[in-house]
C-alpha cells in the first residue's frame, strides 16, 4: 500500500502509537494521533514526536470530517479492539492495522516470530542472539524494547527479524506471514482484555495464520493447547517437550538436549552447561533449538550461543546479596503461571512479594505452588487482599500488606534471614503502580541495593 498523501490516523499516545507515527511520517502519510483521553498534556505528546513533526493530535471525541478523509487507522497494543471508536472506524470500513501489520507491510527479509503466555522474552533474546552469531543483518523487535515500526523501514531482503508479540499485536494481524511461527504455551492470562479463554488462544493463533506448508511452527507438546493447534495448522510443526521422547522435534533426554529431524539425532548440550536458573528455561532452550533449524541454523552456533546465554533482565535476574538474603527481580512474571516457574526455580527458603493491577485471574494454583518454599509473602496493589484471601483458603496466613514497593522490600530485608531468598514475582502487571514492568524491576534492584549490607 502506497500510503503517501494519505490520512492515517494512529489510536493511542504511547510509545507504540509514537514509533507508528514516525514510521508513517518518513513513508509520506498525513499523519493524526488520536488518544480518548481528553486530559493528556498535548505538550507532553508532541514532545515524543520527532521535532519537524505535522502530526495532528486529536484527543477525546474524533471530528466527523476527520473520520471521513481516513483511509487507514494503526491500533496501539494497548487499544482493546472491541472499543466504540474502533468498532465505528470498522463500520464506516476504514482498514484497521495493528503495529506488527503496518511493520510487516513495509519490512523486507525472513521472520521468526514467537508468543505465547510465559517464555517469550527470554526465548526471543536468545533466538536474537543465535542469529546475531549466523546471520549479518538482524533485527530483535516487539514486546522486547525495539519497537517493530522502528525497524522496518532499515530492513534489506537478507534481514533476518526475531520479533516477540502479544495475543494484544495478534488481534490486529492481516497479512503477516513468519516463516517460523512459535508458541511457547498457553495459561490463562490478559482475560480482562480477551473476556474468554477461547478468544485468549484464537488470538494467539494467529501467529501462524497466514502460513503454509513450506513454513514452520514451532510447538509445545507438553500443552494441550498447543499440541491440538499442531494438528490443525496449515505450517509444518517442530514440536518440542520436557516430559516426552519425540520422534521428531526438540526434546530432552535425561539431562541432555537434542534435537531429532526424523532420522537422525544430535546432542546440543547438557542441562548442567546451561547459565539459566529455572527449569522453565529448559522448554525455552528448546523452543530456541527448534526456532534456530528452521531458520537454518548449524547445530554447532546453536549450541555455542546457548551455553554463553545468561538469561534477561526482570526474569528471575540475580540483583544483590545482603547479609547473607539473596534477592531476585521477577518483575517479568505477570501472571500466575510465570510466578509459579519462579518459585519453583528458588533452591532457598523465599520471602516472596506479590500482588499488583487486577486481570480478573485467580491465584489458586500460584498459592498451592508455594509448598515448603514460600516462608513469607508481602503484598502491594489493587490484588493483595483477593490474594491474601485465597491464600488463607488453603493454610497460607504468613502474609503481610506493604503500601509500596520500597515498604515491601524493607519488610522482606526484615523477615529474610541469612540463607533465604528474597524474590519480586508478584504474579500480576505492573499498571496503576508503576508504569511497566521494567519500571518496577528497576525500582526494586534500586531498593534493594540501598539496603544496609
Known amino acids: ?35 480518548s483521553n481528553e486530559k493528556l498534556d498535548e505538550e507532553s505528546i508532541r514532545g515524543r514526536l520527532r521535532p519537524d513533526s505535522r502530526t495532528r493530535l ?11 478523509s481516513l483511509s487507514l487507522v494503526i491500533l496501539s497494543p494497548g487499544v482493546p479492539v472491541d472499543l466504540p471508536v474502533v468498532e465505528a472506524v ?11 501489520e503496518l511493520a510487516y507491510q513495509f ?26 552469531a549466523a546471520y549479518p543483518e538482524v533485527y530483535v523487535v516487539g514486546n522486547i524494547g525495539r519497537a517493530y515500526t522502528g525497524a522496518a523501514l532499515e530492513m534489506t531482503d537478507k534481514a533476518v527479524t526475531v520479533a516477540e508479540i502479544s495475543s494484544f499485536q495478534l488481534e490486529t494481524v492481516e497479512d503477516f506471514h513468519p516463516q517460523v511461527s512459535a508458541i511457547l504455551n498457553i495459561t490463562p492470562d490478559h482475560l480482562d482484555r480477551h473476556h474468554t479463554m477461547q478468544n485468549y488462544i484464537d488470538a494467539k493463533e494467529r501467529i501462524a495464520r497466514n502460513q503454509k506448508k513450506a513454513d514452520t511452527c514451532v510447538l509445545n507438546y507438553d500443552d494441550g493447547y498447543t499440541r491440538d493447534f499442531g494438528t490443525r495448522t496449515h505450517a509444518s510443526v517442530i514440536y518440542f517437550s520436557r516430559q516426552h521422547i519425540l520422534d521428531k522435534g526438540v526434546y530432552l533426554e535425561g539431562d541432555t538436549f537434542i534435537y531429532s529431524d526424523g532420522s537422525e539425532k544430535t546432542a546440543i548440550c547438557k542441562i548442567g552447561e546451561l547459565k539459566l536458573l529455572g527449569a522453565h528455561n529448559y522448554e525455552n532452550v528448546m523452543a530456541a533449538i527448534g526456532i534456530s533449524v528452521a531458520m537454518g541454523v548449524s547445530c554447532d552456533i546453536i549450541r555455542n550461543t546457548i551455553l554463553s546465554f545468561t538469561g534477561v533482565e526482570h526474569r528471575i535476574e540475580f540483583v ?7 534477592y531476585y527481580n521477577d518483575s517479568k512474571g ?31 494454583e500460584w498459592i498451592k505452588a508455594f ?13 493483595a487482599k483477593q490474594i491474601a484471601r485465597t491464600a488463607e483458603k488453603y493454610g497460607f496466613t504468613s502474609f503481610s500488606f506493604a503500601d509500596t514497593l520500597e515498604e515491601a522490600v524493607k519488610a522482606c530485608a526484615e523477615k529474610a534471614e541469612s540463607g533465604d531468598a528474597v524474590l519480586l514475582s508478584p ?12 519500571q518496577r524491576g528497576r525500582l526494586f534492584k534500586d531498593y534493594v541495593r540501598a539496603l544496609p549490607d
Open 1 to 35: 500500500m502506497d500510503l503517501r498523501d494519505k490520512t492515517v490516523m494512529v489510536i493511542g499516545s504511547g510509545i507504540s502509537g509514537t514509533g507508528a507515527i514516525e514510521m508513517l511520517e518518513r513513508l509520506g502519510a498525513d499523519t493524526v494521533l488520536y488518544d
Open 90 to 100: 470498522e463500520a464506516a470500513n476504514i482498514p484497521v492495522w495493528g503495529e506488527v
Open 107 to 132: 519490512g523486507k527479509g525472513r521472520i521468526a516470530a514467537i508468543t505465547g503466555t510465559n517464555g517469550k522474552t527470554t526465548t526471543t533474546t536468545l533466538v536474537g542472539e543465535i542469529m546475531k
Open 371 to 383: 509448598g515448603e518454599k514460600v516462608k513469607w509473602m508481602v503484598l502491594i496493589g489493587a490484588t
Open 320 to 326: 544483590e546479596e545482603k547479609k547473607g538474603v539473596a
Open 58 to 68: 486529536i484527543f477525546g471525541k474524533i471530528p466527523e470530517d476527520v473520520q471521513a
Open 334 to 364: 505477570t501472571n500466575t503461571d510465570a510466578a509459579i516457574k519462579a518459585v519453583e526455580a528458588m533452591k532457598r527458603p523465599t520471602v516472596l512479594i506479590g500482588g499488583g493491577y487486577d486481570k480478573h485471574v485467580e491465584f489458586d
Open 427 to 438: 504474579a500480576c502487571a505492573s499498571w496503576g503502580m508503576f508504569d511497566n514492568y521494567e
